[in-house]
């Protein structure tokens, strides 16, 4: 299915109307006044999300199309072990709405804080701190985004025929460009579609897969004969329970630290919409990890070779897609996986151009006693989103191999850096800036390095080592420096 | 509800939420690795990998029913509590 212009058409459609979306939700703020007070609305709209919204758009920010592609390419060779350890992940919507949503919601109205890096820096008092936190976050996301880019990019070429850069500038530069124009709101909305897309995606292919491997029965017989160790959780030594633990660490429990996760607590509406979020993440999160994933593995009935005759776990879902599905439904079928794409790539350009203008070149003007004109804020705001998208676009068009690596160190590091800062801080009156500094410097250093080298404690990924050597280091800088200002405590620990 | 009885109660909150981390990690490990040894199949499948994946993502959803009925309160976000702060 080579050049088939129809082939593009729903994909188009689709980008189109995210495009259109945004200038909607633009020409809507610009008309309600919201846009007076436009740092905050383009960063984080009104505060007003209600819980679908706030569900879809946390969901969609934190699945990645490595979920939807690389993923499932596992699990096609590993089997059932592979679903166990993904749905660890139901976790991640109610654990970050459970423990911070509220206390970031409150704190928020309070100071009129706009980013996590607003709470940060009040909270330890300090601008070095939070121009760390700004520079940590533009490099992970701009680590996380090309890794989108590359994974949706070289999806849509296996798929489509068209080539790589097409697939890049057909959705990645749409995807930076509906960003720029619409801001949070924007974000918020176009997240949910493309989340309800990705749920769409997975029955859509579910249902091939079956239909080609001749029905559930057939295919789950054929797996028992042919590759019995799919069926046990250690995966014939495939899934040791090493791995099982950095998962929870990783793409689990330490995900409530994430800053585009935690942004979530400064927009939604009320303990109503929460609620609501937290039950709703976890089911949207349940069904696609668990759809997608068990469609690779009943892939197996798609496709029977060794895993090397495909060229490696990322080609097993591209080619599960073009075989199994007629390539009119196909091309649907991939909005899916890029939605997964875009939608993490919108959030985290709203975020990391939110810390280049509101916590660093703001806040430094505002130090300097100047206050810039809301035009020119305006226009930066909208520049910087727009500079951010272009300068990974460009780093996608030579991609860096081993794509998914990438992504899951820029988890890990995110983490690091952001963990005990935010929990210990919002929690643990104790917690001070020295604290903070060491553990957010030193853990993600030391972090990158035990990267760098390869370095592993008992084989198991560098996180355990970067949120392990990060509470060290925090509890050590809290022992050793001073408390915070009483007046500073009094804001963020009313109850004590 | 004053500003403190608000922080008091996201704090119960958060904690409740964290315990609920744990009973979640509890049931996956007996519905998993638990289950493995078994031989009881269900849908063609060994019972764990059933209640190891779908199980768990059920059990998740109880959980944060009743965790979201039972322990959280609905309470203004905005300054209401303002009047309170000295």
Known sequence: ?496 | MTEKEKYLQIRKEAMWTGITLVVLILFWIAAGFGLAGTEVKLFGLPIWAVGGTIGVWLFAMVLVKVLTTIIFKDFPLDEAGEEDRP
Not at chain 1, 108 to 131: G, M
Not at chain 1, 393 to 409: G, H, R
Request: charged share 10%; glycine share 12%.
């Open chain 1, 1 to 496: 299915m080579n050049g088939d212009l129809s082939q593009l058409l729903p994909l188009l459609g689709y980008m189109a109307f995210m495009i259109g979306v945004s200038i909607f939700i633009r020409y809507q703020q610009q008309h309600s006044g919201l846009m007076n007070n436009f740092v905050r609305t383009y960063f984080i709209g009104n505060r007003d999300l209600g819980g679908f919204v706030l569900a879809m758009t946390t969901v969609a920010t934190y699945s990645s199309v490595s979920s939807f592609v690389g993923g499932p390419g596992v699990a096609w060779n590993i089997g059932f072990g592979w679903v166990y350890m993904a749905v660890v992940q139901v976790t991640a919507v109610f654990l970050v709405l459970g423990i911070f949503g509220k206390r970031v919601a409150l704190l928020a109205r309070k100071f009129d804080a706009v980013t996590v890096i607003d709470i940060i820096r009040r909270r330890y008092n300090s601008d070095w701190l939070a121009e760390l936190s700004a520079y940590i976050i533009v490099l992970f996301f701009c680590a996380t985004m090309v890794a989108q880019f590359v994974g949706g990019a070289k999806l849509f070429e296996a798929v489509t025929g068209y080539s790589y850069v097409m697939g890049l500038v057909l959705f990645g530069l749409m995807v930076v460009v509906y960003t720029t124009i619409g801001g949070f709101r924007a974000v918020a909305v176009t997240d949910t579609c493309c989340a309800l897309m990705m749920m769409f995606g997975i029955v859509l292919l579910f249902y091939y897969v079956l239909q080609f491997g001749g029905g559930y029965d057939t295919i789950i017989a054929d797996i028992e004969a042919r590759h019995p160790e799919m069926l046990e959780p250690l995966s014939g030594g495939k899934m040791p329970y090493g791995l099982y633990l950095t998962q929870w660490i990783l793409v689990g429990i330490c995900t409530i630290a994430l800053p585009q996760s935690v942004v979530r607590g400064l927009a939604f509406k009320d303990n109503r919409s929460l609620v609501r979020a937290m039950l709703i993440g976890t089911f949207v999160v349940g069904f696609m990890n668990i759809g997608i994933n068990l469609s690779g593995i009943l892939g197996q009935g798609v496709l029977t070779g060794t895993l090397t005759d495909y060229g490696g776990a990322d080609n097993i879902i591209p080619r599960i897609v073009v075989t199994a599905m007629p390539s009119t439904l196909a091309s649907i079928a991939i909005i899916g996986p890029l939605a997964a794409s875009i939608s993490t790539i919108s959030s985290l350009l709203l975020v990391g151009s939110s810390a280049i203008i509101k916590d660093v070149y703001l806040h430094r003007q505002e130090k300097k006693n100047r206050r810039p004109s809301d035009r020119k804020l305006r226009f930066l705001s909208m520049m910087a989103t727009a500079v951010l998208g272009a300068v990974v676009f460009v780093i996608a068009l030579t991609p860096p191999s081993l794509i998914w690596l990438i992504n899951m160190f820029a988890f890990g590091g995110l983490e690091t850096a952001f963990f005990w800062t935010l929990l210990l801080g919002l929690y643990w009156r104790k917690a001070n800036k020295t604290g903070a500094m060491l553990s957010m410097g030193g853990g993600t250093l030391i972090y990158c390095v035990a990267q760098g080298i390869g370095f592993k404690i008992m084989g198991l990924h560098q996180i355990t080592i970067g949120i392990t050597v990060s509470l060290i280091l925090f509890l050590l800088g809290t022992y050793l420096g001073k408390p915070e200002k009483q007046e500073v405590l009094a804001d963020f620990f009313p109850e004590e």
